[in-house]
C-alpha cells in the first residue's frame, strides 16, 4: 500500500526493498512525512520498522526503491553524507562514548568547527577558538534545556538509560538537523524521562520547526502525540493516516491493535 499523501513531504520513500537471503526485511514500503511534523511507525516486533530508518539513513543498503530528503535523492548515501544533508537519528540503545565527559560528547555533536583539521589549526587560530567558545555556549544550553547540566562534567557512562536518551538527543542538536528519527525513545526510561523527550519533541517542532519521525510501541503515546501514524506488518506499509483513522483501520487491528483500540473508539 502506498503512503497517504501530504502536501509537503521533507521525506519521501517509495517502494523501498531490503532483502537479507530469502527474506523480504522491507517489501516495498513507501512512506511520506509531513514537513514540521511528529509521526509515529508502529507495528509488530519483525515488521521491518528498525531495517526502514537503518535504509533511510544509510547504515544499511537498500536492494531498490527511492529515498529523497527534501526532494533530493540520498539513496545509498552514506550515514555522514545524510546527516550533512539535515537528517540524524538516535538508536533503541543509546551510542554515547562513556569515557568522555557529557559536555565533551555533546561538543563532538557540533558541526562546522575549522580547529578539526590541522590547516584550521595552523592557519585559523582566532577562527577557531571564536567557534569553541560558540559550540561550548550551544553545548551548555542544550544541556540545561535537558536537565542534564548538572552533570556535564560526569562521564557520560554514569549516567542512567534515561539520560542518555536524552543525551543522544541533546547532542543530535547540536548540528540543527531539520529531520530527527527516534529508535523506541521511551523503550526502558523511566516515564518522567520520557514524557521529557516527548515535550521535547513538541518544543523543539514548534520553536526550530524540526520534524520528527519516530518508532514507539507504547499506543496511549502515539495516539496522543502523533500527527501522522504509518503502520508496518511483515515489511510493507499497510496504513497511514492520522491516528483517528488508523485506530479504524481493519487490517491495523488485525495486525497489530487488537480488539481494544474498536472497544476504545
Known sequence: MA?????????RVDSLVKRFGGLK???GASVSVERGSITAVIGPNG??????????????????????????????????????CGMMRTFQLPKVLGAMTVLENML???????????????????????RERELRADALEL???????????????????????????ARLLM????LILLDEPLAGV????????????????????TTFLFIEHDMETVMTNADAIVVMAQGRV???????????????IDAYLGSNAEDAS
Not at 563532538?108 to 571564536?130: K, Q, S, T, V, Y
Request: charged fraction near 25%; aromatic fraction near 6%.
Open 47 to 84: 515488521a521491518g520498522k528498525t531495517t526502514l530508518f537503518n535504509l533511510v539513513t544509510g547504515f544499511i543498503r537498500p536492494d531498490g526503491g527511492v529515498i529523497e530528503l527534501d526532494g533530493r535523492s540520498i539513496y545509498r548515501h552514506a550515514p555522514y553524507q545524510i546527516a550533512r
Open 108 to 130: 563532538l555533536g557540533g558541526a562546522a568547527n575549522p580547529g578539526e583539521r590541522l590547516l584550521g589549526l595552523a592557519c585559523h587560530p582566532i577562527r577557531w577558538r571564536r
Open 238 to 252: 499497510i496504513a497511514a493516516g492520522t491516528p483517528a483513522v488508523v485506530r479504524q483501520e481493519r487490517k491495523v
Open 175 to 178: 548540528s540543527r538537523p531539520r
Open 143 to 169: 544541556l540545561e534545556r535537558f536537565r542534564l547540566d548538572k552533570h556535564a562534567s560526569a562521564y557520560a557512562a554514569t549516567l542512567s538509560g534515561g539520560q542518555r536518551k536524552l543525551l543522544e538527543m
Open 25 to 27: 526485511a522491507v517489501d
Open 190 to 209: 523511566h516515564p518522567v524521562l520520557g514524557q521529557q523527550l516527548i515535550e521535547h519533541m513538541h518544543a523543539l517542532r514548534a520553536e526550530r520547526g
Open 3 to 11: 503512503s497517504a499523501a501530504v502536501s509537503d513531504p521533507i521525506l
